[in-house]
C-alpha cells in the first residue's frame, strides 16, 4: 500500500480528522494545496492574541516514503519542534496518523490546561 503523491491520504485524513474533531471548537482542521502537493493542518483556532498563550500547528503531508507529520509549539511551555515519517508499508498508515494527532491533541490540552492555571 503507497500514495505516491500522497493525495488519497490527505483527503481521507482530511475527512476522518475533521469529523473527529468538529466537537472540539478550539481546534480547526484544513485541506491545504499549495500547487506542487495537498497536506493536511490542524492548529489551534485564533485566540484574543496574548504572546504566551499556548498554541500548535500540526502539518501532514504525504508522498511515496510515507506521511511526514511536523508538530510545533508556541506560547506558554512550549517544546521543540518535532517531526515524525509514518512509513508507507504501515499496514494501517492513516490509523497511525490519526492515533498520533489525536496523541498530540490531548498533549496540547493538558498545555491549555497547566496555562489556566498558572
Known amino acids: 500500500m503507497g500514495y505516491p503523491d500522497g493525495e488519497p491520504l490527505m483527503r481521507s485524513l482530511f475527512s476522518r480528522l475533521r469529523a473527529e474533531l468538529r466537537p472540539d471548537d478550539s481546534i480547526e482542521v484544513s485541506l491545504v494545496d499549495n500547487g506542487a502537493f495537498l497536506s493536511v493542518k490542524v492548529r489551534t ?6 504572546d504566551d498563550f499556548p498554541r500548535f500547528r500540526l502539518l501532514i503531508w504525504g508522498g511515496a516514503a510515507g506521511a511526514n507529520l511536523s508538530h510545533r509549539q508556541k506560547g506558554y511551555a ?25 496523541r498530540c491533541i490531548r498533549t496540547e490540552r493538558k498545555r491549555l490546561m497547566a496555562y489556566r492555571q498558572r
Request: charged share 35%.
Open 78 to 102: 512550549s517544546g521543540e519542534w518535532q517531526r515524525q515519517l509514518v512509513r508507507s508499508d504501515d499496514p494501517d498508515i492513516e490509523g497511525t496518523v490519526v492515533e498520533i494527532v489525536m
Open 45 to 50: 483556532k485564533r485566540q484574543p492574541f496574548e
